[in-house]
């Protein structure tokens, strides 16, 4: 499913060869990453679909089934990422093969520029200094010109195109491959907004996860919020999202002193769907060592905290939320729920002040942030929504939604 896969690629005709029951294998083993449940995998199961009839599914096929709008558009998505994963394979296949066959000339010319019997043999004659060639059994009236001028300088010029034309073929290969993730991504960023404007967030979410999935076990000391927050950035088109909008959250306080507060990511919707606020908040690994012995601890294996993140992704939400967490500044114990309710409250707070719009004056709460323009609307036809995204650890995301909240204004993007 693009540069983010993690499992090989399946074949498209061995997946046409598919029974119901290695179908719905198949999806078992997508079940995490696709948000599907066990009623989503029990609908397909009782529908018999078989490996051919997967590829040819439509959404109204899957609708039909019963199936709601969310699953039945990451169902489909997998299928079409199927699809074009057996495409790009067969597309890199070919170049590689011919970058082989361009490697191969070259070997077979240096083996032919060894001439080996060919050998240039020098017999004393009368005259100081003078060698005479031998004729080669080929004939040539004047073998030392073909073997050191037109031979030599054939050799060497053809070896020179032939490099060329390797590093040629090498170069737009790479050039290629990167179009294409370069396409697939896109896809993903576009494909990940347009589930968010629908109200749908779980394809962002496994996104996220994905990357993380994706880096190494070192980065599990080094993650945190801000880090966080430029993936998720990243995994969202450039121009529908506002990083650290700026609002004014008390206009009575002065200049760091609760003056100011900054939405980790907005994202204007325009007069067409909802503009989205999303809070952040990230738990480290460390911080929960360090929560459950009751004192915080520098020195803490890798390998220790890859357990733990692997055991955070099998844990009930109530379980995850009761752990305790002790950062390295505070030095206090406090729990993953309270950090949860704190985020749902500044995030409640933000969707309150930018229901107001641009600030009007000095005192005034509101937007002050030039990338963000508002226009007005008929009453309560504008829409804000909001979303607390906790990840803890890499591989165990909580989210709460807030909303959707009634405005009277539209958030669009201002372009630069």
Same mark, same amino acid.
């Given at each position: 499913?693009?540069? %983010?896969?993690?499992?090989?690629?399946?074949?498209?005709?061995?997946?046409?060869?598919?029974?119901?029951?290695?179908?719905?294998?198949?999806?078992?083993?997508?079940?995490?990453?696709?948000?599907?449940?066990?009623?989503?995998? /029990?609908?397909?199961?009782?529908?018999?679909?078989?490996?051919?009839?997967?590829?040819? %599914?439509? /959404?109204?096929?899957?609708?039909?089934?019963?199936?709601?709008?969310?699953?039945?558009? +990451?169902?489909?998505?997998? =299928?079409?990422?199927?699809?074009?994963?057996?495409?790009?394979?067969?597309?890199?296949?070919?170049?590689?093969?011919?970058?082989?066959? /361009?490697?191969?000339?070259?070997? !077979?010319?240096?083996?032919?520029?060894?001439? &080996?019997?060919?050998?240039?043999?020098?017999?004393?004659?009368?005259?100081?200094?003078?060698?005479?060639?031998?004729?080669?059994? &080929?004939?040539?009236?004047?073998?030392?010109?073909?073997?050191?001028?037109?031979?030599?300088?054939?050799?060497?010029?053809?070896?020179?195109?032939?490099?060329?034309?390797? @590093?040629?073929?090498?170069?737009?290969?790479? #050039?290629?491959?990167?179009?294409?993730?370069?396409?697939?991504?896109?896809?993903?960023?576009?494909?990940? $907004?347009?589930?968010?404007?629908?109200?749908? =967030?779980?394809?962002?979410?496994?996104?996220?996860?994905?990357?993380?999935?994706?880096?190494?076990?070192?980065? %599990?000391?080094?993650?945190? !919020? #801000?880090?966080?927050?430029?993936?998720?950035?990243?995994?969202?088109?450039?121009?529908?999202?506002?990083?650290?909008?700026?609002?004014?959250?008390?206009?009575?306080?002065? *200049?760091?002193?609760?003056?100011?507060?900054?939405?980790?990511?907005? =994202?204007?919707?325009?007069?067409?769907?909802?503009?989205?606020?999303?809070?952040? *908040? $990230?738990?480290?690994?460390?911080?929960?060592?360090?929560?459950?012995?009751?004192?915080?601890?520098?020195?803490?294996?890798?390998?220790?905290? $890859?357990?733990?993140?692997?055991?955070?992704?099998?844990?009930?939400?109530?379980?995850?939320?009761?752990?305790?967490?002790?950062?390295?500044?505070?030095?206090?114990?406090?729990?993953?729920?309270?950090?949860?309710?704190?985020?749902? &409250?500044?995030? &409640?707070?933000?969707?309150?002040?930018?229901?107001?719009?641009?600030?009007?004056? $000095?005192? @005034?709460?509101? =937007? %002050?942030?030039?990338?963000?323009?508002?226009?007005?609307?008929?009453?309560?036809?504008?829409?804000?929504?909001?979303?607390?995204?906790?990840?803890?650890?890499?591989?165990?995301?909580?989210?709460?939604?807030?909303?959707?909240?009634?405005?009277?204004?539209?958030?669009?993007? +201002?372009?630069?």
């Amino acid at each position: 499913m693009s540069t %983010l896969q993690q499992n090989p690629p399946f074949l498209i005709e061995e997946i046409k060869n598919w029974s119901p029951e290695q179908v719905i294998k198949f999806l078992e083993s997508k079940k995490g990453e696709l948000s599907l449940n066990e009623n989503h995998i /029990k609908i397909i199961e009782n529908e018999e679909i078989s490996g051919l009839a997967l590829l040819s %599914l439509t /959404k109204e096929d899957l609708r039909s089934f019963g199936l709601k709008g969310g699953p039945s558009i +990451v169902i489909l998505e997998l =299928i079409k990422n199927l699809k074009s994963e057996e495409q790009i394979s067969s597309v890199q296949e070919v170049r590689l093969n011919a970058l082989e066959d /361009k490697l191969t000339s070259v070997q !077979e010319l240096l083996q032919k520029s060894v001439i &080996q019997q060919q050998v240039e043999q020098f017999n004393p004659t009368q005259g100081k200094g003078k060698k005479r060639v031998v004729e080669q059994e &080929q004939g040539y009236e004047n073998p030392t010109k073909v073997l050191k001028i037109s031979s030599t300088t054939n050799v060497k010029s053809t070896l020179k195109s032939s490099e060329m034309d390797v @590093d040629d073929t090498n170069n737009k290969v790479n #050039a290629n491959i990167l179009s294409s993730n370069e396409d697939i991504c896109s896809h993903h960023k576009e494909f990940a $907004y347009n589930c968010l404007a629908k109200g749908d =967030i779980n394809y962002l979410i496994n996104l996220i996860k994905r990357h993380f999935q994706s880096r190494s076990m070192m980065s %599990l000391k080094s993650m945190n !919020e #801000a880090v966080f927050q430029a993936v998720l950035e990243m995994l969202l088109p450039l121009i529908f999202r506002v990083p650290e909008l700026r609002l004014i959250v008390d206009g009575t306080k002065q *200049k760091y002193n609760g003056r100011f507060g900054f939405v980790d990511i907005f =994202i204007p919707g325009g007069k067409d769907n909802p503009s989205i606020v999303l809070e952040l *908040k $990230y738990i480290k690994l460390t911080g929960l060592k360090s929560g459950s012995k009751g004192r915080f601890t520098k020195s803490l294996k890798t390998t220790e905290l $890859y357990e733990l993140d692997k055991n955070l992704e099998e844990e009930d939400d109530d379980t995850v939320l009761d752990r305790k967490y002790m950062s390295k500044n505070s030095r206090t114990i406090t729990t993953v729920r309270e950090i949860m309710n704190n985020g749902i &409250q500044q995030l &409640q707070n933000y969707i309150r002040i930018i229901t107001r719009g641009p600030v009007k004056g $000095y005192v @005034d709460s509101g =937007i %002050l942030d030039p990338r963000v323009g508002v226009t007005e609307t008929m009453k309560d036809s504008g829409q804000l929504m909001g979303y607390v995204i906790m990840s803890v650890g890499t591989r165990r995301m909580l989210v709460r939604s807030y909303g959707p909240i009634k405005t009277d204004i539209c958030y669009f993007s +201002v372009p630069k």
